[in-house]
């Protein structure tokens, strides 16, 4: 049969994924196994890590019942009910080693609440971040083809496996097209060549990675285990299905290569990948300056003549204050690309709610403020509801911040550990969870 | 410190964390490595600024505790091959030329001054799988007799598979196959042509892929499964295959060929004199060459230049060509020092000539462009050797001008392998040109601020010796209207020495048996591919040892590396069973 596009537009989903040959071997068994009640839609949890503070007196909202009242979170404001700040959350674990002013370096501790000291200002993660946790629940029950999706525009991945090794991030949208939607052209299942082929492939590796382990020392061990996970998660791929869903009909990004372009370009794909379900946990890096060098944002119009004129960004967070109102339109931009994402999910009805009010975006920054890289009341912004788990439109002041006036944080250490709010986002994934990473346990009453 | 973003150097270094590095008092605690690196200070108290992370042996001070063992050897953690281990490798097995691993995420190591892979994640997996995919696919019209087949299949498919396995698989796997691997290749080899029906070649093809993707290719442990580790007193001799490929990945980046892996099987590998051999063998190929150039790129982080922006007003010629043709000229002036050339410290650091075969750079120095490897002349008033090439000072220099304090840290991390602390926080920027004064006077100024003077007495006198470079390493004699002082001074040798510009400094660097300590320990880090630590002193001293003369070349320190104790011995793993 030949498909044109508008034949194909008329495909329903599944046959358009068996077309496209998404690895949709065990499709019609588990198909009934992931019917979801009519209504609703599965939850999915999409983390975001970005970097180099704010400029906090142009985000911090002056009022608790828009968190979207102030310049940076203005592109939010059309979907202000479903906006929620959490304002005074410390990366305590760090706090707790002295790393006060290592902003640059909480990558690893973000979304895990876990640090240990590796070398100089660099840390490591002790256990998973918050999406490897719920994507590995979610996997208990469902096969997705891609179970975390882990992305990053600029700078490394913020998302961590279950053993704290980091979980490395995809950097080009033309690739990650293809893994999502076209990896497999061909007939579904075992029948499809490609798929028996890989699975022979995979049957030698197992037994060679396990014999590679022999003998080998504790540390050797970790990673030839890390390598066997990875194998076996490419080998569970194999056989995974996606399941339709309202408005799944991928499209070609191309090769975005320009950061704006890219940024905007891994949005689509997520969106797209949500509404396929093709997955359901995401983290994405939007920039890190500390796990790379510098990068500009010319789009922006940021130059001008002093030293820091190429308008590096990292630069110009370090200015403070005399660098704001170039600062506040690159945080304005993250968040207007934090809208735009929010927007797509919005836009997707699903049952009596949108995708978005079945999803939860994280979006955690690295740091307080880029001129003194501070870690304690860290910006955090979440759109959706976790399927209506959530109460939004709200900025939730915890710790010091609650009896706080004003909307600027130096520094110091009285916040609450953002364990809590990891721990309750767990909860709100329907994992439950007693507490998230080390030290702190317990959610975030304050999100009751 | 050399670990944060670039733009950080430039918010200086004060505040708590240097409290204590002002009163000499600086805490190292939390380095691997920092036992017994005593710091030879910076002139401004007892200890200074030094020590920590890999600094090791180099600081200068190997010794001055315990003494060093000479049978002793670090751990050798297992290490997956780097993305240009990976393509040089497929290059040589399968004559595969598309350097797939470009594609791999980055192997850039934080924690290390060299490349490393990191452990291995669904990505990373998805990733060589699509290579080893590739890769199978592309070689499969040269699977034929006399070129990648052993054997005409003509005569016997099943027979020309097996002996494919065999001499295919010892030269992937990097040392013979145990009967059990064999056994397992030849069971896919079988899957292949029954269970997914494919033709002889496209069988051949599917071991390739199975065995790009194993973990014997992939990592550097070319141990044969069935031998027993080889132990010697409290340490473990490696075995001759693991030598092998030590060997040439050391010198080639890439995998032993046939000659080398029949020194491992012939034993020749066993001694001092038979590793000595071998590798002067190795450095006579053209890979060695690249890795010269590879070590110098990684150890001066030059990869880092095309993400340095510059401001198109003040160097409007400054763009990726140029910026191209910077890494190409300090890639080939080191090779051809190294290789041709006298290969001594004090030309690379003092040359005053270079290999500039791109117009506009030639632009920037004033010269005449050459042809490609040809020696192009150089003012000797304004440089000599690798830290006055445009490629360092641009990579160094901020985007509108000089940058004391990068250029001044670089010189101090990695010509004497001094580490700093943590920059603290809250420390203003040193004003804008637009302020006034000169880039030295504004420096000084903010070099003023509290303790900054800790850090700052350590790297802006050297960094100053660069002012009269700009901000892409034009030689000027003015900056911001008033002229150029290029005048400071280094603590060098456990004394301070002045000197009047960066060819005064390259002058005393090069005559320092500090520099030349840290240099060999920088190239015994690179072929370890860790940080030594207290059981490696006696390897460090002595590769430090054969680079110590005025004469010793850079081939000569590459061999010293190469037989040296802890290359070719390790301490055993924790958990290890024997």
């Given at each position: 049969m030949i498909r044109t596009s508008k034949t194909r537009a008329r495909l329903s989903r599944r046959t358009f994924l068996r077309g496209m040959g998404a690895s949709a071997m065990l499709l019609p068994m588990l198909e009934?196994?992931?019917?979801?009640?009519?209504?609703?839609?599965?939850?999915?949890?999409?983390?975001?890590?970005?970097?180099?503070?704010?400029?906090?007196p142009s985000f911090y909202p002056a009022t608790d019942t828009d968190p979207t009242a102030n310049t940076i979170m203005q592109p939010l404001a059309a979907l202000k009910s479903k906006v929620t700040m959490v304002s005074g959350l410390d990366y305590k674990v760090m706090l707790d080693d002295k790393r006060t002013y290592d902003g640059h370096f909480t990558f690893p501790t973000m979304f895990t609440g876990t640090y240990k000291n590796v070398m100089g200002q660099n840390g490591a993660a002790t256990g998973p971040s918050i999406d490897q946790a719920v994507s590995t629940a979610v996997a208990k029950t469902v096969n997705l083809p891609v179970p975390l999706l882990t992305i990053a525009a600029q700078g490394k991945s913020a998302s961590f496996r279950m053993d704290g090794s980091i979980n490395t991030a995809e950097t080009k949208v033309d690739r990650l097209y293809k893994t999502l939607f076209s990896s497999v052209a061909q007939p579904m299942g075992m029948a499809n060549p490609l798929t028996a082929r890989r699975k022979s492939v995979i049957d030698y590796l197992v037994p060679e990675l396990t014999g590679f382990a022999n003998r080998r020392g504790t540390d050797d061990k970790v990673k030839i285990a890390a390598h066997l996970d990875s194998i076996r998660q490419l080998e569970k791929s194999l056989t995974a299905s996606s399941m339709a869903g309202a408005g799944c009909a991928p499209v070609d990004p191309g090769a975005p290569t320009a950061y704006q372009d890219a940024v905007k370009g891994f949005a689509d794909l997520v969106a797209m990948a949500l509404r396929c379900d093709v997955t359901r946990t995401v983290a994405i890096t939007w920039a890190d300056n500390g796990g790379s060098g510098p990068y500009t944002m010319p789009f922006l119009n940021l130059g001008g003549t002093t030293m820091m004129d190429v308008g590096e960004v990292h630069g110009i967070a370090h200015e403070g204050a005399s660098g704001y109102p170039k600062k506040i339109k690159i945080d304005t931009w993250y968040m207007q690309q934090l809208a735009y994402l929010a927007g797509l999910l919005d836009a997707t009805m699903e049952g009596t709610g949108t995708l978005l009010d079945n999803s939860l975006i994280a979006c955690f920054n690295d740091m307080t403020e880029g001129s003194f890289h501070s870690i304690n009341a860290v910006p955090v912004v979440l759109v959706g509801s976790a399927g209506g788990a959530l109460k939004t439109g709200r900025n939730v002041k915890v710790g010091a911040w609650a009896t706080k006036t004003g909307n600027y944080w130096s520094s110091g250490n009285t916040g609450v550990a953002h364990?809590?709010?990891?721990?309750?986002?767990?909860?709100?994934?329907?994992?439950?969870?007693?507490?998230?990473?080390?030290?702190?346990t317990g959610t975030l009453t304050e999100l009751a | 410190v050399r670990l944060r973003s670039p733009a950080d150097i430039l918010f200086l270094f004060v505040g708590a964390a240097l409290a204590a590095g002002c009163t000499g008092t600086i805490a190292t605690g939390e380095s691997p490595g920092a036992a017994g690196s005593g710091a030879t200070g910076i002139g401004m108290g007892s200890a200074g600024i030094s020590g920590g992370a890999g600094t090791g042996v180099s600081s200068g001070t190997a010794g001055a505790g315990a003494p060093a063992d000479p049978n002793g050897a670090g751990l050798m953690p297992m290490r997956r091959l780097t993305n240009r281990e990976y393509n040089n490798t497929v290059r040589d097995l399968l004559g595969d030329l598309t350097h797939p691993a470009n594609q791999f995420p980055t192997d850039r190591d934080k924690t290390f001054e060299f490349r490393r892979a990191g452990d291995l994640a669904v990505q990373d997996a998805t990733l060589l799988r699509t290579a080893a995919e590739t890769i199978a696919a592309a070689v499969k019209p040269k699977l034929v007799p006399n070129m990648l087949l052993p054997c005409d299949p003509a005569t016997g498919e099943d027979a020309c598979a097996q002996k494919f396995i065999t001499t295919f698989g010892q030269r992937a796997f990097r040392r013979p196959l145990a009967a059990a691997e064999t056994m397992r290749l030849t069971t896919l080899?079988?899957?292949?042509?029954?269970?997914?029906?494919?033709?002889?070649a496209d069988a051949i093809s599917l071991l390739i892929e199975a065995v790009l993707q194993s973990p014997q290719f992939l990592y550097h442990w070319e141990a044969v499964p069935t031998d027993q580790s080889i132990h010697e007193g409290a340490y473990v001799r490696l075995g001759p295959y693991q030598i092998a490929s030590r060997l040439s990945y050391f010198m080639w980046g890439s995998m032993p060929d046939d000659a080398l892996l029949a020194d491992a099987a012939a034993g020749r590998l066993d001694t001092v004199a038979g590793v000595q051999t071998a590798a002067r063998r190795l450095l006579t190929d053209p890979r060695a060459k690249e890795t010269v150039s590879a070590f110098f790129a990684d150890w001066?982080?030059?990869?880092?230049?095309?993400d340095r922006t510059k401001s198109s007003a003040a160097y409007p010629e400054y763009n990726a060509a140029m910026q191209t043709a910077m890494l190409d000229e300090t890639s080939a002036f080191v090779q051809n020092v190294s290789f041709g050339g006298d290969g001594r410290l004090a030309t690379l650091l003092g040359a005053p000539y270079s290999y500039i075969s791109n117009q506009?750079?030639?632009?920037?120095?004033?010269?005449?462009?050459?042809?490609?490897?040809?020696?192009?002349?150089?003012?000797?008033?304004?440089?000599?050797?690798?830290?006055?090439q445009a490629s360092f000072l641009a990579l160094t220099g901020a985007a509108d001008g000089s940058n004391p304090v990068r250029r001044g840290k670089a010189v101090y991390t990695k010509l004497l392998c001094h580490t700093l602390p943590p920059p603290p926080a809250n420390v203003p920027n040193p004003k804008p040109a637009s302020a006034g004064g000169t880039t030295r006077q504004r420096f000084v100024e903010h070099d003023q601020n509290a303790c900054a003077k800790g850090c700052h007495q350590a790297m802006d006198p050297i960094g100053f010796a660069f002012e009269n470079y700009d901000g892409i390493g034009k030689y000027r004699t003015m900056d911001n209207g008033q002229p150029v002082d290029a005048t400071g001074t280094i603590y060098l040798d456990g004394?301070?020495?002045?000197?009047?510009?960066?060819?005064?400094?390259?002058?005393?660097?090069?005559?320092?048996?500090?520099?030349?300590?840290c240099f060999a320990g920088e190239w015994s880090r690179y072929a370890l591919s860790r940080l030594d630590t207290d059981a490696d002193a006696a390897s460090l001293q002595a590769a430090a040892a054969g680079f110590t003369s005025d004469t010793a070349t850079m081939q000569d320190l590459m061999v010293a590396v190469a037989t040296m104790r802890s290359f070719r011995y390790r301490s055993p793993s924790p958990g290890e069973m024997p």
């Open positions: 009934g196994e992931r019917a979801y009640a009519a209504g609703t839609g599965p939850k999915r949890l999409i983390t975001i890590a970005w970097a180099n503070g704010v400029a906090q364990n809590k709010l990891l721990c309750s986002i767990s909860n709100l994934m329907d994992v439950p969870s007693t507490g998230f990473g080390t030290t702190y | 080899y079988t899957t292949g042509r029954t269970t997914l029906k494919l033709t002889f001066l982080e030059l990869d880092g230049l095309p506009a750079l030639a632009g920037v120095y004033g010269a005449t462009m050459g042809a490609a490897g040809q020696q192009t002349a150089l003012n000797p008033a304004q440089r000599g050797g690798f830290l006055t004394a301070m020495q002045s000197f009047n510009d960066a060819i005064g400094l390259v002058g005393l660097l090069a005559k320092s048996a500090e520099v030349r300590r």
